[in-house]
Every structure is written in C-alpha cells, then in structure tokens.
C-alpha cells in the first residue's frame, strides 16, 4: 500500500475514534496495534511491548507520579487558607487587591504543585465566594481564578513538560527553568489587567472596608515562609545542579508531606486520598505515554512520519509561517483534546520539523506550553472550566464561566507572541543552568 494512503487511512480513523468518545490513548493503541498486524504481522507487536515496557521503567517519567503525589498533598495541607489570609490582609483595601492577590497565590501553588487543578480547586472554593460577597463582578472573580489555575503547567514543576521533555528528548531540567521568566511574565499580564480594569472602574472590584493594623499583617506573613521556603527548595536545587528534576520531585513530595504534618493535616485519610488519587492520575498518564509510544514507533516505521516531515518542509513558506501555523494548530487542538494527549500525539511529528527549521526545541517546548495553558481555559472542553463550574454557587452557569476566561485567552496569547518574538524569554534562564 502507498505511504500517503496508508496515512489517510490511519488519520481518519484516528478522528472518527476520537468523535466516538474513545480515549485518546486507547485510539492510538488500536489504530497502532491494527497498522502493526497488518504491516509486519503478529510478530511485530513485540514492538509494542518493548517500547511500552522501556518507556514506562525510564528514571525520567518517576517524576510523574511523585509530582501528582506532591501536588495531592499540598491540597489538604492547608497552606491555601493562610496564603488567602495574607492576600485579605494585605492587599484587600486596595481595588482588585483580592484578585490581584488570587493570581498570586496560583502561581505559588503552580510552583509548588505542577498541576493546575491544585490552585483552581483551593482558590475557587476560598477566594471566590470572599470575592463575590464584597461585591467583585463575577466575570472577573472567575476569570482570575481559572487562568491563574492554569499557570501551574507553566511555572515550574510541570507535568506537561516533564511529558514534553521525554517525547522530545529534551532536558527537562532546563525546561523548569526555561518556564519560569514567561510564567511569572503571564502572571504578572493578568496582574496588570486586573488593576487597569479595577482602576477605570471602582465598581467591579471594590476595596474591603475592614481595616488591620500594621501588626496583624506582619503576623500573617508567616503564611508564606512554607510554600516560598517549598519552591525555593524544589527549583533550587534544580538550577544550581544539586538534583535531577526526578530527585527534585522526591524532595517536593517530602516536603509537602512535611507541609501537611506541620499544618496537622497529615492524617491517614488525607494520605490515603493522596495516593488513591496519584494512582488515578498517574495511569492515565502512563496509558498515554504507552499509546503514543505505539503510535510514534507505527509511523516511523511505516514511514508515514518521514512523509509527513518532507511534505512540510517541501511547502514554500517561511519557517515562521510553519511555526505559527503549528502555534494555531495547538490552540485549535486545545479546545477538543487533553493537552497530555496533544503532547503524545503533535511532538514525535513537530519538534523533528521544529529542529530541521533552525528553531530551538527547547524554546519551541515553552511556547507549545504556553499554548497548552490557554487549552486549560479555552471552551469549550477547557479543563479548569469544568473544575469551576463544580465549585461556583448554582446561580453561576457555564455561560458565564465561558464569558468570564475569555479576555484571560487574549492575554494568554499575547504572552504567547512576546515570547515567540524574544526567545531569551524562555532560553536566558536555562544558558546559566548549573547542569547536573
């Protein structure tokens, strides 16, 4: 059979797998088990196990689960509560203060977690329902915590890089650190907005009229000495070379077991939820590094991938053109698909493209991450919208949670643009990395 028809062929069935409902993961495994035994034979399915069974034991991907277990942990510590009650105190008299204060509690649990369910799930059950009572607009209450949420697969830990880096075989280490400029960089665009918006209009962030003494705020700053002392600890000993991001993903989960013991949080039953849900996470995640791995070794030796390859880079047009051609391609992706399975699905055939085209794959992982977050809020399967409307009173509907991320999208993609146009952005950080 001809490479091109073969490659319809599997492509369509791809997406009429995908339109049926089947999970990803299992749609790449059928259509590669299916491709294998039709090309090679049965005895080509000892490719499948092989790949499967190499990946899946690889030093790397441990990270994974202890990250999830991390993030799991710190969702029952309760360090959420005492973050909010330094933001009230101190930022809540100035217009937008809990907003503001909002955003910049979600990246520190982005940096601590590398899921952004942990931020989403804390702050819309904390701050959203403070914000709503002293009369912030909805819009705007939603919206900074949904985007805020979903800075946890940008600022470092990430899940979604540590996926990139093992497809992509780039160091995942340096894509930590790579994320850190443009995280704090899209955190602060909301920020900005949020005070702009407050400014020009008093009525939909109004100041809180209690009033505390210079005292009880410095009292709660003792709030945050765990969570700064927990990130500095985690993307520390990363950048100075000390650990791998694996050994460092065992040091976080220490330390947040550490975090909940201290805030008497470390009982058997939030344990035993932690683990249940890392467990959960975890195999889905493994299902799908298996199915892409499948997928991935499918093409290559079908030669469907060397196709694709050469037709793109046969086409006439600039390497931008590509490069913001696959930038759209994600976004559109973003609003159907997980972005764990885009990863899996996108890398093996982009990043060989992104490296003939001149362009740095570890740059190119920050953007396609960028790219990955505006998924998270982006209908109309954004991930953390339905973590919102799970979690916001019964007067608020999916209409006005969708109304509510939509400038955040804006303000997301243009974070995408200045980090495309000045690459030190995402590389500056990583170049003085003391590798390990």
């Not at 509907?397 to 109304?403: E, G, K, L, V």
Request: glycine letters at 8%.
């Amino acid at each position: 059979m001809e490479t091109w028809v073969l490659m319809i062929i599997v492509f369509s069935s791809l997406i009429l797998l995908l339109c049926l409902g089947v999970p990803i993961a299992f749609s790449l495994c059928s259509i590669s088990t299916i491709g294998i035994i039709f090309t090679w034979g049965p005895k080509g399915l000892l490719l499948l196990f092989n790949s499967a069974y190499a990946e899946s034991t690889s030093f790397l991907l441990l990270a994974i689960p202890l990250f999830v277990f991390m993030a799991n942990m710190l969702k029952f510590s309760g360090m959420g509560d005492d973050l909010y009650e330094v933001v009230y105190r101190w930022m809540g008299n100035v217009r937008g203060g809990l907003a503001l204060g909002t955003v910049v509690i979600c990246a520190i649990f982005a940096a601590m977690a590398g899921i952004s369910s942990v931020a989403t799930i804390s702050m819309g059950l904390i701050a959203l329902p403070s914000m709503l009572s002293r009369g912030y607009q909805k819009d705007l209450a939603i919206g900074s915590i949904a985007a805020g949420g979903a800075l946890g697969i940008l600022i470092p830990p990430s899940i979604i890089m540590i996926l990139y880096g093992a497809m992509a075989e780039v160091s995942v280490g340096k894509l930590f650190i790579g994320g850190i400029v443009p995280g704090f960089l899209m955190c602060l665009i909301f920020m900005l907005y949020i005070a702009v918006r407050a400014f020009f209009n008093k009525d939909i962030a109004p100041a809180i009229k209690e009033k505390f003494t210079f005292k009880e705020k410095l009292i709660v700053l003792k709030g945050v000495i765990l969570p700064i002392g927990l990130v500095s600890l985690v993307l520390g000993v990363i950048y100075l070379g000390v650990c791998t991001p694996t050994e460092a993903s065992a040091v976080g989960a220490f330390g947040a077991m550490v975090c909940a013991f201290i805030y008497k949080k470390l009982t058997w039953g939030n344990l035993k939820q932690s683990l249940w849900a890392t467990i959960k996470i975890n195999a889905m995640v493994f299902w799908l590094i298996i199915g892409a791995l499948a997928f991935t070794n499918f093409m290559a030796y079908s030669e469907i991938q060397g196709l694709l390859k050469a037709s793109i880079l046969s086409l006439e047009y600039s390497p931008w053109v590509i490069l913001i051609a696959m930038q759209l391609l994600f976004f559109v992706l973003g609003m159907f698909l997980d972005p764990a399975g885009i990863i899996m699905l996108t890398t093996p055939i982009f990043v060989p493209i992104i490296v003939e085209l001149g362009f740095d794959p570890l740059w190119f992982g920050i953007l396609f991450v960028i790219n990955m977050e505006m998924a998270y809020i982006t209908p109309p399967f954004g991930f953390n919208l339905f973590i919102m409307k799970g979690i916001v009173p019964p007067d608020i509907t999916m209409a006005n949670i969708y109304r509510a991320i939509i400038p955040f999208v804006f303000l997301q993609a243009i974070c995408l643009i200045l980090v495309m146009v000045f690459p030190g952005l995402a590389t500056w950080l990583p170049e003085l990395m003391i590798t390990k």
